[in-house]
């Protein structure tokens, strides 16, 4: 059985994400671009996306964002 949604989303973690992003005071582009740098290719839009939801998220993906955000991956999928 192949599951593409949880709760109407395609990801647990977009909300954290945003949450974190903000208080870095981040733009998703500038979260895009740093993700960039740590070896991810994800542009702006894919950012917006997990974000709402929208976008499933790949666990090195996940690992990265966890890294340039400063938050542990527990944090980001809801378990902390």
Request: charged share 30%.
């Amino acid at each position: 059985m192949k599951i593409y949604d949880f709760e109407g989303k395609k990801n647990i973690s977009g909300d954290r994400i945003h949450q974190a992003r903000t208080a870095m005071r981040l733009s998703q582009a500038d979260l895009a671009a740093r993700m960039q740098v740590n070896g991810v290719t994800i542009e702006r839009e894919a950012i917006s996306k997990i974000e709402t939801g929208d976008r499933f998220i790949t666990d090195y993906e996940l690992m990265i964002f966890a890294k340039v955000l400063g938050v542990s991956l527990g944090w980001l999928t809801g378990q902390e």
